[in-house]
Structure formats: structure tokens, C-alpha cells
């Protein structure tokens, strides 16, 4: 599940080059947008991906993305977290990151427009490093002072995209305001950059939400579980957006004490991208044109179809999603396998969210009606998320800094230490 809300130009290829990382993004960056030397941008690509994406190709959405955010002007500041550098980029139009992944010997291999993301220091105290199969996690371990004996541990699943440990959208942080506030409150929480965020190369056209998110929140959780330093922790697991779609089957496997649902989807994921499709359509057909709304029902509807199989083309699919991705979603039963959790479940819901929407919140309500444990609350002021807004729901409330809900923060630390 990708946000619509994301300007993001998404290619992947290898480059290789004997130069430093920083100055290997600089020269690409200058022989597409300033050069415009397209022929030479797609000498760069790796001969396994460039008959995927002609000059052409290329041109063109060197060309859209010059329609829509102007020419480019100049690279403000550079960062970096890892493989992944942040050329923090002046348009015309537009202050963007042009993102840039590097794997091993300085190959390039991923290309993305994005928000800005500010940067800011790690603290390396609370700096820790989870293996996950056999890649590590990044993450941030907030414990309260020692005279705190709650001994409460949440952990946090991100929603779709290539998240980082605060799920950073545009310059909100989500769950970097809630952890703080958990902390404030006696409350411990781990949180960590999805493994899209930092190893965008291990997701291929095998890979599943199972790899994406569901095995990395199980063995975190078990790496508490399993820690000395933890025994006698309640182990809370908290899931925004997808990480709330896919709780149920995280809770079969991670058996922990508590789960928070915050905006999960209880219909199929395609059913919403039509929703999503058309009523961004409605409040701004230019950036969400016909043809859009008609090439998304087109591919919605062959997922659906019979003609589907595990052989199918991704360009068939939504999303640009391969088909083993899109079958473990086909086969998965959110509201059947949710009615397996025997613990305590908090169901959050905005009322201004436009991506999951009160429909889904009602069917989760529905399906646990007789589920004594389970607690519903609906925020209507709230968007997806949960920052309090006002008017009609749109991509620019992503744009607005805010934090999220104090009111929802209160209800979330009740639930916990009840």
C-alpha cells in the first residue's frame, strides 16, 4: 500500500562509480535536471534495467516532473542515514529531496522525489539495532527513569511505504510524538525503520507483506520477549494504516499482551485504492485525472478476475505490486483472523482520514462485537494521521505540520496500563 499523497518518481537501477557517494548524486542529479542529457541519465542504467525504461520513457517524466515543480535550481544541503542521501533540492515550484540509494561498491539502484526530511541527530543512547533475519533494524529504545515500574514496552509497525522509525511524512512524526508522549508517561516504546527505509533491494518481485512487515514486528516483539532485560514487560504492539491491516496475522505469530490498531483497513486493500482514486479525483482532477481513476479500475478488476495468477505482470497490477504480493493479500482474511486475537485490542479511527475511512472502522466494531476486551474509539476531527484538522479532507493536510491528538494520546496510555 503506497500513499497517494507522495510525489515519487520511483526507478530503480545500478550505477557504478569509483567516486564518493555524495558527488555520484550530484552528477546524476546535474546530467538529468540541469544537462538534461537524457541519452547519457540512461547510459547510467544497468543493461537489466534499461530496456525496461526507454530514452523516451525517460524524457517524459524528466519533462512531467518539470511541468509540475518547475526547473531545477540548486542543491541545498545533503544528508544521509546509511545507503540512503537526501540532496535536498530547490525547484522553481518546490523545496524536494532527491533521494538516491547506494548498495555495496557505490552502485546506485533507487531514485525517488519525495518530501523534505529534516534532519536531526540520533541520540546514541537510545540508538538500538535488532537483527531481523539477517538484516539489522535501526531503531530508537525510549525507557522511562528507573523509578517507573510499569514496565510497559510498545512496539511500532509502520504503514505503507518506505518508512522511517518516526514515520515521517512531510514534516510530521507521527509515531516520534507518540513515543515521546508514551515516555512522559511512564511508558517504554521501540520503534524502527522498515526495512523498504533502509534495504529497498531485499523487496523484490518474490517478496510479500509477510517481508515487508509482518516478520520484522514478530521478531522484534521476540527479541524483547526473549531479553532479560525485559522480563516482566508487557509487550504492547502498535500498527498504523498497513501495520494495522495486517495486526491479526502479526498476533498469531508474536503472541503478545496488547495490540493497537490505528486506522487499519478491515476491506481488501483494492477496494480502497478505487475509493482513494475517486475521491481525489473529485477534490482535485488535475492531479488525479479520469484516465487515472479508469487505468486503477482497470487493473483492480484483473486482480480480481480469474485471468489472475501468480504469473501475472506487474505492470497488469496495482500499485506497480507484483503478483506474489498482491496474492498473500488476496488470501488474507483481516476480520476472520482478527477474531483469533485473545487479547486486548484498541481500535482508533479520524474521522477526516480519506484513506481508511469509517466503513472499515465499523466492520472491525462489528466483527468484535461480542469481544468484551476490545475498545473502539472514533476521533472525528482526526486525519489519518491523527493530527486534528479541519474542512475538507485532502493531500494538504499532510502538508501542514501539526502533532498528533493529545485526546488520542490520553485514550492510547489508558488502554496500555489498564
Known sequence: MKKLLTLCFTVCFLLSFSQDRKEIGNTFIKTLLVDKNIEKAHSYFDPSIAGQIPVDQLKAVTEQLQGQIGSF?????????????????????????VQLTFGENNKMFGFFLVPHKPFEKRDEKTTLKIKS?????????????????????????HGSGAHDRDETVGENKPFKDIAEYLLNNGIASYRYDKRTYTYPEAFNEKSTVEDETINDAVNVAQYFKNNSDYKGYQIIILGHSQGAYVMPEIAEKAQASKYVFMAGNARPLQDLLIEQYDYLHSIDPAKVPAEAVQEIKKQVAYLNSSQFSLSSLTSELPLGQSAAYWKYLKDYNQLNE???VKAPMFFAQGGRDYQVTEKDFNLWKETLKNDKTAVFKLYPTLSHLFIAGSGKPSPKDYETKGKVDEQFLKDLVQFILK
Open 133 to 157: 533475519d539477517a538484516l539489522d533494524l535501526n531503531g530508537t529504545l525510549l525507557i522511562p527513569p528507573s523509578s517507573s515500574d510499569k514496565k510497559k514496552l510498545v512496539i511500532f509497525v
Open 338 to 340: 482478527v477474531k483469533k
Open 73 to 97: 535550481k540548486t542543491v541545498l544541503e545533503v544528508n544521509n542515514e546509511g545507503n540512503i542521501y537526501y540532496y535536498y533540492s530547490e525547484f522553481e515550484k518546490a523545496k524536494l529531496d
